[in-house]
């Protein structure tokens, strides 16, 4: 008997790595940012993924038990909570211009994504701009340099190291996102 869920592992660079339609932005440099620049670009994607941690929707596996008290009122004030997160990100997301979304892969090492408009050469440097969530203003922003451009616009590149803080948050949240993916998978089988 076979033990498939249905449901593969998203890999990139041999990793689990999280995919999704997301704005995304490539910005060629000239000038490699300084050590003070990439300590910015550290924190702020420390902070973000933060952010996205704590307001990232929950599944029923990530859901209280329910025989603990007040479980109810939490569970209704966590879907209050996510409302006003996507009228947050509805009214954001009106606000401030975004760049176009594509089908985006990434993990602490690196990126894959379908090109928008025009294709960067390999061997450029530059900052990759991924926007995770609507609701969230400051995009995860690296330092990068493209590996290859397929001839369909596929687009990979790889990360300058981004730390060890932020590698860890990028790794729980792909597997988060794989979590909740075969949760659905079983939900539906079920129902």
């Given at each position: 008997m076979s033990n498939y869920e249905g449901?593969?592992?998203?890999?990139?660079?041999?990793?689990?790595a999280y995919e999704d339609?997301?704005?995304?932005?490539?910005?060629?440099?000239?000038?490699?940012?300084?050590?003070?620049?990439?300590?910015?670009?550290?924190?702020?994607?420390?902070?973000?993924?933060q952010v996205c941690a704590v307001t990232e929707p929950h599944s029923a596996a990530d859901?209280?038990?329910?025989?603990?008290?007040?479980?109810?009122?939490l569970h209704r004030l966590d879907s209050k909570l996510n409302l006003v997160m996507d009228v947050l990100g509805q009214l954001m997301a009106a606000s401030v211009a975004m760049p176009p979304s594509t089908v985006t892969r990434f993990n602490?090492?690196?990126a894959r994504w379908q090109a928008v408009g025009d294709m960067p050469a390999v061997g450029t440097r530059g900052l990759l701009k991924i926007h995770l969530q609507e609701c969230l203003a400051q995009p995860l922003t690296f330092l990068a340099h493209i590996t290859s451009v397929s001839d369909?616009?596929?687009?990979?590149?790889?990360?300058?190291?981004p730390g060890e803080a932020t590698a860890d948050l990028i790794e729980k949240l792909a597997f988060r996102r794989h979590r909740r993916q075969v949760a659905g998978v079983r939900q539906q089988r079920r129902s």
């Open positions: 449901i593969d592992t998203i890999v990139l660079y041999d990793q689990m339609y997301m704005p995304l932005s490539w910005q060629a440099l000239a000038v490699e940012p300084g050590l003070a620049t990439l300590a910015t670009l550290t924190d702020r994607n420390l902070k973000a993924l859901a209280v038990d329910e025989k603990l008290p007040f479980a109810a009122e602490a090492l690196g369909d616009g596929l687009v990979r590149a790889q990360f300058t190291p």
